[in-house]
């Protein structure tokens, strides 16, 4: 198996444009989380999907973001329009059952400028 | 809500020596999942070891071990004999299980502990 799959691995942007990072999760796992590290921060929760239905997303932090989950292979998470502030590294992770920890993407680097 | 400390933002090693790192949770909860993630450089999260709550005995995986104090609530890593490729930011996590269509665990990620190895 691949892993969990994110790209773009690196991206910079100017303020105001619109981001979509992409995730394919591992297949068979049946829950997928977007996550963001910051220095200040650490790692923060944004959204979690389980059978490709968003479950929880108070960690979204404003409107700008929204995430989709199309089908068990594919999500996206998108800043619209984007700002200096969102520049982080957002992760992707998906789960296979209740016993398993998170298998992590590589991550993206999001810097906007 | 659950929140998970660690209390070490930083932590050295020499080579070939043993270093501990803590963690402790705050849960009500009585069946939950603990574990640690060895950040890089990469940036890559890779799981480190993983521990049951139910489960009395330390998990252990070659030279990573878990001391597991539920009623302390607290989860430390051992890691013996360090290595230079330890080095590397350190994350536990707390993980309560999802009782939907078999979902996964939510974890809680604490704030890290940075390890540094010395030649």
Redesign the interface.
């Known amino acids: 198996d691949a892993g969990v799959i994110q790209s773009p691995r690196h991206e910079v942007t100017e303020m105001g444009q619109e981001v979509t990072l992409r995730c394919k999760p591992i297949s068979g796992?049946?829950?997928l989380?977007w996550y963001r590290q910051t220095m200040m921060r650490?790692?923060e929760?944004l959204i979690?999907f389980?059978?490709n239905v968003p479950?929880d997303d108070s960690g979204m932090p404003e409107d700008r973001f929204s995430a989709k989950m199309p089908n068990a292979s594919f999500s996206t998470l998108k800043i619209q329009p984007s700002e200096p502030r969102d520049s982080a590294?957002y992760?992707c992770?998906?789960?296979?059952?209740?016993?398993?920890?998170?298998?992590?993407g590589?991550?993206t680097?999001l810097t906007v400028v | 809500a659950q929140t998970v400390t660690q209390s070490q933002p930083e932590m050295s090693v020499q080579e070939a020596e043993t270093v501990t790192l803590s963690c402790t949770y705050d849960t009500s909860e009585s069946d939950y999942?603990l574990?640690w993630?060895k950040q890089p450089p990469?940036?890559?999260?890779i799981?480190v070891i993983?521990q049951?709550a139910y489960k009395q005995q330390n998990a252990t995986e070659n030279r990573f071990s878990v001391n597991f104090q539920k009623a302390a609530k607290s989860f430390s890593l051992k890691i013996s004999d360090s290595q230079l490729g330890d080095a590397a930011m350190y994350?536990c996590?707390y993980?309560v299980?999802?009782n939907?269509?078999?979902?996964?665990?939510?974890?809680t990620?604490?704030?890290?502990t940075r390890l540094m190895v010395k030649p």
């Open positions: 796992h049946n829950s989380f650490g790692l929760l979690y389980n059978n479950i590294v992760f992770a998906s789960s296979s059952g209740p016993w398993g920890g998170y298998t992590f590589s991550g680097r | 999942y574990f993630y990469s940036r890559q999260m799981l993983r049951e994350f996590a993980g299980y999802l939907l269509n078999n979902a996964g665990n939510m974890l990620f604490g704030g890290g």
